[in-house]
């Protein structure tokens, strides 16, 4: 599985599924819910209006200089390892290195897209069991982590 899911999602450097054996995954066979997500424009801000009671409707700049606003991206990740131990050890450790980032940042570059997103962690809001993660024995998961771009690229 490295040569498949190995290099597609470095987050400050760090190959995700090498370090913790996790990978970006869909919610349903076929779903394009992390490429929605990423690719979607944030909205834009919004333009100062003057509205004179006299006059109909409302007047704007004759130059409108469209700013962005910040976005929220939620990501859908799944990890597996062999043990339960070793699924616990490296979920925690996952979680809190997206939590922690380099000074709080995170630049999550999807190699097949050579797209680079400047984000935060904001929360983890949904985990759901793929295993019965209280036996020993192969553990799957998958879960969503939401990020905040403050500048977004799109």
């Known amino acids: 599985m490295d040569k498949i899911l190995g290099g597609l999602v470095l987050v400050n450097g760090t190959d995700i599924w090498k370090e913790y054996g ?3 995954v ?19 801000k919004k333009d100062t209006a003057v509205s004179i009671r006299e006059e109909q409707g409302e007047k704007y700049s004759a130059t409108l200089t469209p700013r962005n606003e910040p976005r929220d991206i939620t990501l859908n990740f799944a990890l597996y390892d062999k043990t339960q131990a070793g699924w616990l ?18 630049d999550i570059v999807f190699t097949q897209l050579d797209l680079t997103l400047h984000v935060k962690y904001s929360e983890s809001p949904k985990f759901t069991p793929l ?10 998961g998958k879960f969503k982590v939401k990020f905040r771009e403050p500048v977004p690229i799109i």
Do not use: C
Request: no cysteine; aromatic share 16%; hydrophobic share 40%.
């Open 131 to 140: 295993t019965y993660l209280w036996k020993e024995g192969v553990n799957a």
């Open 22 to 24: 996790v990978f970006l």
């Open 26 to 44: 869909e919610d349903k066979r076929g779903g394009m819910d992390n490429l929605t997500a990423i690719l979607t424009p944030s909205k834009t």
């Open 89 to 106: 050890r490296k979920y925690f450790s996952f979680i809190n290195f997206l939590k922690q980032g380099k000074g709080g940042w995170l």
